[in-house]
């Protein structure tokens, strides 16, 4: 049975859409068969492939609102063993229908669990808010990976998110755990960075992956290129940083459950 790791941060601009294109093309450098879900109806992964509108041929919404039958909107990426599942800004009006269908906090639970015995790894990428669609992603996951970025307001609003996480853990998914907090577009050169990250990791503790992402070139030119950053620089920091990523992630044995870790769970003092 496949994970399935959604990434998420109310936080619009962290580095999202960035980490779900670039860990999954790792871990499928890495041999692993991953398939990637956008439930963001900005449709920034299809973009990532330079793919528009006209090349996608279904999308999540559609599906949902139409038998829920995700298998027919797979698309390739063009990399073998990496899959992607694209939205498309004209999903609105299908968003609308998943926020109102019954039992919808368990609803893309239900459909993914088929999907689970067909890959090792099934990302999914949330939009910048913590409403009902990142709701289902947190019911359907198995892990939560959050991108911070290494910015001065890094920790605000994180509370919302570690709180809604302790409420979808209780009353829905109590294997839920946190796979990690990872520092995005780092630039240690800068004081502010170097502050910025320190804090994080004393505030979460263990919680956050020994991996950074730095702020890099070759990561914000993947929607030009239309591929994750290892498939047109290989050696770029950026490409390399998500295959160290990738590589903390799978040493790792396991996930870190929020309750175990060294401050109990405890996150009151991160900002609401
Ligand atoms: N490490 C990085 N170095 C340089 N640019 C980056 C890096 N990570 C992301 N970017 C750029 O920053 C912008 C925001 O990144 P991204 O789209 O991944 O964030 P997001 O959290 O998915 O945003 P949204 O909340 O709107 O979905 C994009 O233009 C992206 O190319
Ligand atoms: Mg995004």
Do not use: W
């Not at 320190?198 to 914000?220: E, S």
């Not at 498939?231 to 929020?258: C, P, Q, V």
Request: aromatic content about 8%; charged content about 25%.
């Amino acid at each position: 049975m496949g994970e399935i790791i959604a990434i998420v941060s109310q936080k619009g601009g962290v580095g999202k859409t960035t980490t779900a294109v670039n860990l999954c093309a790792s871990l499928s450098y890495l041999k692993h068969k991953v398939l990637l879900i956008d439930l963001d109806p900005q449709g920034h992964v299809a973009t990532s492939f330079g793919k528009g509108k006209y090349d996608i041929n279904g999308d999540f919404y559609s599906a949902m609102s139409n038998g829920a039958n995700l298998s027919a909107v797979i698309h390739s990426t063009g990399v073998k063993g990496y899959d992607f599942i694209p939205s498309n800004v004209e999903s609105d009006e299908d968003d609308k229908k998943l926020y109102i269908a019954p039992l919808r906090e368990k609803r893309l639970k239900h459909v993914l669990t088929k999907l689970q015995a067909e890959y090792d790894y099934i990302l999914i990428d949330c939009p910048p808010a913590l409403g009902n669609v990142t709701c289902n992603a947190l019911v359907a996951s198995t892990s939560i990976i959050v991108p911070i970025q290494c910015e001065f307001y890094a920790l605000k609003s994180l509370g919302k998110l570690l709180k809604l996480t302790r409420t979808i853990k209780k009353l829905y998914n109590p294997d839920l755990e946190y796979k990690g907090f990872l520092l995005t577009m780092v630039d240690l050169r800068n004081n502010l960075s170097k502050r910025v990250s320190n804090k994080v990791r004393y505030t979460l503790k263990g919680l956050v992956f020994d991996t950074i992402i730095p702020r890099n070139i070759r990561l914000a030119e993947v929607p030009y290129y239309g591929k994750p950053a290892m498939l047109f620089d290989k050696r770029s920091k950026g490409a390399e940083s998500y295959l160290d990523l990738a590589r903390e992630m799978l040493n790792h044995h396991g996930t870190i459950d929020s309750d175990t870790s060294s401050n109990n769970g405890n996150f009151n003092h991160v900002d609401e």
